[in-house]
């Protein structure tokens, strides 16, 4: 028997188990998420180079003028200190102003990307000094890892596909590379521009795809690595149980759940008896549900008022029977049958409501 208890003990502690909600959130806060990053590098180098199609005329008239404007004003004049720090700070506005189309194209397509992979995450867990990731022995096992190997692998695999991507678009246009030698500067910028155009576009589209093999298997090993066993689960569920807080917010949430389900028992009722402020209970008399009336919903204060409420909107009778009230509310719980001293009285009740009714 001890032999089966230990091998109970030893499978109940293997990772078998998908993640709770509550191990998912906890690994989310300390910024451990599934995430690509060729996915981002992708995404950045192909919007980039549609910009840069997209703004190359803006660009060469501002890198042309700024050209201009630097050896016909700038350099025609007595240099000072004063003369050189001005013409520092112009140049570096200009040059800010020419690039800033591209740095804003970067900020969004880099925070769009995250926001793609794994949502709005804002922590700082991951900055925060671990002296355990300075020990040798662990440093030496993550770099003899199988993960270090798998890294290694897509590190080689992407030099060689982009490479030969890149190298493809080269060789196609071998013929016109030649040829550039008898074309005049603007002709041979154009080509070399666009030429750069779609191999930054060919390689980023590349990348993309193996960004996305990348991500399934970040989000493989990211599933496996959560993984929790039966005990693992077993302890979290008591952990929770145990928190207070969190067993004020279930017993809260039961006690709304039985509010809303009384609350919608109350235009099934028969009549609902009041004191006729303070307290109210409803009844209900189906002799195919009990032998007896019994009461369908009952309350006191604000929600004796919220019974009433109820009970007239849906033209359900409201008698006032203090001293029934006030015993009923006390002794008899919802959906429970009245007792037997309580039959003469309700019976009584329940006539009168019949009665009405009939003459209505």
Do not use: C
Not at 205 to 212: D, E, K, Q, Y
Not at 337 to 346: L, N, R
Request: hydrophobic letters at 45%; zero cysteines; proline letters at 3%.
């Amino acid at each position: 028997m001890e032999w089966l208890r230990l091998d109970i003990q030893f499978f109940s502690g293997e990772k078998t188990e998908k993640a709770t909600p509550k191990k998912r959130e906890d690994t989310r806060k300390k910024g451990q998420v599934a995430k690509s990053q060729d996915i981002n590098t992708a995404m950045l180098l192909f919007f980039m180079f549609i910009t840069f199609t997209a703004i190359g005329p803006y660009w060469k008239g501002r890198f042309t003028n700024l050209y201009i404007h630097v050896f016909t004003e700038y350099l025609t004049r007595p240099l000072t200190l004063d003369q050189i720090h001005l013409i520092f700070i112009d140049t570096l506005i200009y040059i800010g102003v020419t690039i800033a189309p591209i740095m804003g194209v970067a900020i969004v397509v880099g925070i769009a990307s995250n926001l793609m992979q794994f949502g709005f995450l804002y922590t700082t867990e991951p900055l925060q000094i671990k002296l355990e990731k300075l020990n040798p022995i662990a440093g030496a096992k993550r770099i003899f890892s199988i993960r270090a190997i798998v890294e290694l692998i897509k590190s080689l695999l992407k030099i060689t596909v982009v490479g030969a991507v890149t190298f493809s678009v080269l060789w196609d246009s071998k013929d016109e590379i030649l040829m550039q030698a008898q074309t005049d500067l603007n002709g041979a910028l154009s080509f070399f521009g666009s030429t750069t155009t779609r191999m930054g576009l060919s390689a980023s589209i590349a990348l993309l795809v193996l960004g996305v093999l990348d991500y399934a298997y970040q989000r493989f090993d990211y599933e496996k690595n959560i993984r929790m066993s039966k005990h693992d689960i077993k302890e979290e569920y008591k952990n929770i149980e145990g928190n207070p807080l969190i067993k004020s917010k279930m017993k809260e949430n039961q006690r709304q759940m039985a509010m809303r389900r009384m609350m919608s028992e109350i235009p099934h009722a028969d009549v609902v008896i009041t004191n006729p402020t303070h307290y109210a209970v409803a009844i209900k008399y189906d002799e195919s549900e009990a032998d007896a009336p019994y009461v369908v919903a009952k309350g006191a204060d604000y929600v004796a008022f919220k019974i009433r409420e109820i009970a007239q909107k849906n033209k359900v009778s409201i008698v006032e029977n203090r001293p029934l009230a006030r015993a009923l509310y006390a002794n008899i719980e919802i959906g429970q049958v009245i007792d037997e001293s309580f039959y003469q009285a309700v019976a009584e009740v329940l006539a009168y409501v019949y009665q009405v009714d009939q003459r209505a």
